[in-house]
C-alpha cells in the first residue's frame, strides 16, 4: 500500500471512533501544550534576567586583581593567591585607552552605619562619581559623589534607599551626619530603588568616596575596577587596551582577570537555557503518558478489528503492512494531537504575554518541532507494540471473531 | 493447480490434540468447480484454510501450481493469496466504514496498484456483479445478498485463479443465496476461475461438478457428476 494511503487508511480507521480519538489527541495536547507552556516560561525567565542584567551597565568590562583559570559568571568569589594588588592608580591609568569611556574602581566592605540611635550593617562601596554613571544607577535625591581627584577622601556619601529609609524614616536625609565605621559621613544623595546587581542588594548599599573607603576598611588595593567601552564594538580592544596597560604597570605580570559583561551574560544565559531545556523534558514526560494512552488505545483497536485485521490478512496484505497501518494510525494521532498542542500552547503564551506584559514569554523557536517530535516519536514508538500484535495474528482466528 | 499430499493439521485445545485433517490427499485440476461437504467439525473449514494459505499443515505437502509453498513464510504466502487466491466468507467481512466501491478496491490497493487503475477496475467488478448502482453505499446500507455480491466482487477484481468460498449463502435467504451461488457459478464457467465452495449444504453442494464428502478429518469420496 501507498504512504499516503496507509496515512489516509489510519485517518478513517479513527474517524470511526470520534470519542475515543478526540480523548487520545487531548492527550497528546496537553503533553504538547505543556511542552510548549513551560518551555515559554523558561525562556521568559531568561530573557528577564538577561534583560535585569544587562541594565546594570552597558559595554561593561569588570578588572579583578589575581589571575583566575577558571572562567565563570564570578571569577571573584574564587581568587586565590594575589600576587600584586589592583591599585586606584592601575584604575586611573585605564583611561588612557580610547576605547575606554569610564572607569569606575570599587573598594568593598562591610561596616556598621549608624544614625542617632539607629544602626545597621551595610555594604560600603567605595567609588568616585564614575560607578553611578557605569551602572545606571539613579538618584532619588540629592547629588552623586563629587568630581575631581579620586585621591582626595571626603566625608560624604549616599545611601541606598532600604539604608536611608532606616536609618532616617521619614526624616529627610540629605545634609545629616551618619557614622559608618569609626567615622562620620555627610549624607549627600540617596539612590532610587534598583534591585540587584551582581547579587548584591543597591538599596542596602552605602557608596563613599573611594579614598574614604581605603581609609576605613585600612586597604590600598581596590576590590575591582568597572571599565565601560565606548561601545559594544570596543569592547574587545578595551580588553586589550586594559590588559596590555597593567602588565606595563605591573612589570610585565598579567596577573588581573578582565570579565567581559558578555561573558558574565552568557554564563546566566546558559545557565537559564538548561534551565528551559529542563523544564520542556519535565512537560516531555506527560508526553510519554499521552503515549501510553496511545499504545492502550491502539490495544482496544486492535483487540475491536481482528476480524478486519484477518480479512486484511486474506486479501493479501503481509504483517509488515499490518504493521505499517497500525503504527500509521498512532503516528496520525500523535501528529494530529500534538499539533492541536502547539495551538493550545501558542495561543496560551500569547494570552500569558498580555496578562502579565512585564515578564518576557515567549515560546523559543525549538520549542513547537521539539514538542512535535516527542509526540510523534512517543506515539509511534508505543504504536509498535499494538501494531507487532496485529501482524502477528492468526488469520484464521482472527476471522473467526465478530 | 493443487495437490496436496498427506495434509495432516492437528490442533491442541486445551490439553487434548485434535486433529482437524488426518491425511488428506487432493488434487484439484484448473478450472474445476469443487465443492467441499460434511458435519460440522469435519475439517472441511481447515481444509479450505490450508488450501487459502491461512493456515499452515502440520506434516504433508501443499504444492499450488506445482511449487511447494508449505514451506513459505508470512510475505511471501500473503503475497501468493494476494495474486492468486481470492476468499468469499460466511459473514462477508466488509469493512463498515469503506463504501462498496472501497472495499472493492482494498486488494488492489493493499497490493500497491495506482488509484487511476483502481478505481475502473473495481467499478467494472461492482457492474459484473450488478452492483454498479450502489458503489457508494456503505456495507451497512446493503442487503445481505447485496453485501455478499460486494464481498465476490472483492474476490474477483485481482483476477484470481482460484476462488475459495466458505459457506456462502450460510448467512442468506434462499433467493439472494441463489443469486449469490448463481453468480460464482457464471464468474467460474466465464473466467476459468477455479472455484472451491465449502457447504453444509446438501442442494449447494450438489451443483458442483465434483464433490468432495469429509468425515473425521479425511476425504471419503470424490463423486464425479
Known amino acids: ?402 | 493447480m493443487i495437490r496436496l499430499e498427506g495434509i495432516e493439521r492437528v490442533y491442541r485445545v486445551g490439553g487434548q490434540l485434535v486433529r482437524a485433517l488426518a491425511g488428506v490427499d487432493l488434487e484439484i485440476a484448473a478450472g474445476e468447480y469443487v465443492s467441499v461437504m460434511g458435519p460440522s467439525g469435519s475439517g472441511k473449514s481447515t481444509l479450505l484454510h490450508i488450501l487459502g494459505l491461512l493456515d499452515r499443515p502440520t506434516a504433508g505437502r501443499y504444492l499450488l501450481d506445482g511449487r511447494d509453498v508449505t514451506g513459505l513464510d508470512e510475505a511471501e504466502q500473503a503475497r501468493l493469496r494476494r495474486e492468486t487466491i481470492g476468499f468469499v466468507f460466511q459473514f462477508f467481512h466488509l469493512v463498515p466504514r469503506l463504501s462498496a466501491l472501497e472495499n472493492v478496491e482494498l486488494p488492489m490497493q493493499i497490493a500497491g496498484l495506482p488509484p487511476a487503475e483502481r478505481r475502473p477496475r473495481a467499478e467494472a467488478a461492482l457492474a459484473a456483479v450488478g452492483l454498479a448502482e450502489r458503489a457508494r453505499h456503505r456495507p451497512d446500507q446493503l442487503s445481505g445478498g447485496q453485501r455478499q455480491r460486494v464481498a465476490i466482487a472483492r474476490a474477483t477484481v485481482m483476477r484470481p485463479r482460484l476462488i475459495l468460498a466458505d459457506e456462502p449463502t450460510g448467512n442468506l435467504d434462499r433467493a439472494s443465496g441463489r443469486e449469490v451461488v448463481e453468480l460464482l457459478e457464471r464468474l467460474h464457467r466465464e473466467r476459468g476461475m477455479t472455484l472451491v465452495v465449502v457447504t453444509h449444504d446438501p442442494e449447494l453442494g450438489e451443483r458442483a461438478r465434483r464433490r468432495l464428502h469429509m468425515r473425521d478429518g479425511r476425504i471419503l469420496e470424490g463423486t464425479q457428476a
Open chain 1, 1 to 402: 500500500m501507498r504512504a499516503g494511503e496507509t496515512l489516509a487508511f489510519a485517518a478513517r480507521s479513527l474517524a470511526a471512533h470520534p470519542a475515543r480519538t478526540a480523548l487520545t489527541m487531548l492527550a497528546v495536547a496537553i503533553g504538547a501544550g505543556a511542552v510548549l507552556m513551560l518551555s515559554a516560561l523558561g525562556e521568559g525567565a531568561r530573557r528577564y534576567v538577561v534583560r535585569e542584567f544587562a541594565a546594570l551597565g552597558t559595554n561593561l568590562l569588570i578588572v579583578l586583581p589575581g589571575r583566575s583559570e577558571t572562567a565563570g559568571a564570578t571569577p571573584g568569589l574564587f581568587v586565590g593567591m594575589t600576587p600584586r594588588e589592583l591599585t586606584l592608580e592601575d584604575a586611573l591609568a585605564l583611561l588612557r585607552s580610547p576605547h575606554v569611556r569610564r572607569v569606575a574602581p570599587v573598594v568593598v566592605g562591610s561596616a556598621p552605619v549608624s544614625r542617632g540611635g539607629r544602626e545597621r550593617e551595610a555594604t560600603v562601596l567605595g567609588s568616585t562619581a564614575e560607578l553611578v554613571r557605569v551602572r545606571h544607577w539613579r538618584l532619588a535625591r540629592g547629588r552623586n559623589l563629587p568630581e575631581g581627584d579620586p585621591r582626595r577622601a571626603q566625608a560624604v556619601c549616599l545611601l541606598g534607599a532600604t539604608v536611608a529609609r532606616e536609618l532616617f524614616g521619614a526624616d529627610p536625609p540629605l545634609g545629616q551626619w551618619v557614622r559608618i565605621g569609626d567615622r562620620r559621613f555627610r549624607v549627600i544623595g540617596v539612590l532610587a530603588p534598583q534591585g540587584f546587581a551582581l547579587g548584591v542588594k543597591v538599596d542596602e548599599m552605602v557608596v563613599v568616596p573611594v579614598a574614604s573607603a581605603q581609609a576605613l576598611f585600612d586597604t590600598s588595593g581596590l576590590f575591582r575596577a568597572l571599565v565601560e567601552a565606548r561601545s559594544r564594538e570596543a569592547i574587545a580592544a578595551a580588553r586589550r587596551d586594559v590588559l596590555a596597560t597593567l602588565r606595563e604597570r605591573h612589570r610585565g605580570e598579567e596577573d588581573v582577570t578582565v570579565v567581559t559583561q558578555d561573558a558574565v551574560l552568557a554564563a546566566f544565559d546558559r545557565i537559564l537555557r538548561a534551565l528551559t531545556y529542563a523544564l520542556a523534558a519535565l512537560a516531555g514526560i506527560s508526553l510519554s503518558v499521552a503515549g501510553i494512552l496511545i499504545m492502550n488505545i491502539m490495544l482496544i483497536s486492535v483487540a475491536g478489528r481482528r476480524a478486519e485485521i484477518g480479512l486484511l490478512k486474506a486479501l493479501g496484505a503481509t504483517p509488515a503492512l499490518i504493521a505499517r497501518l497500525f503504527v500509521a494510525e498512532a503516528g496520525v494521532l500523535a501528529a494530529a494531537g500534538g499539533l492541536a498542542g502547539i495551538g493550545i500552547g501558542l495561543g496560551a503564551v500569547e494570552l500569558a504575554a498580555r496578562l502579565y506584559p512585564l515578564f518576557p514569554f515567549a515560546a523559543p523557536w525549538w520549542s513547537a518541532p521539539a514538542a512535535l517530535g516527542v509526540a510523534l516519536a512517543g506515539g509511534i514508538g508505543f504504536g509498535v507494540l499494538p501494531a507487532r500484535r496485529a501482524a502477528r495474528l492468526d488469520p484464521v482466528a482472527a476471522l473467526a471473531s465478530r
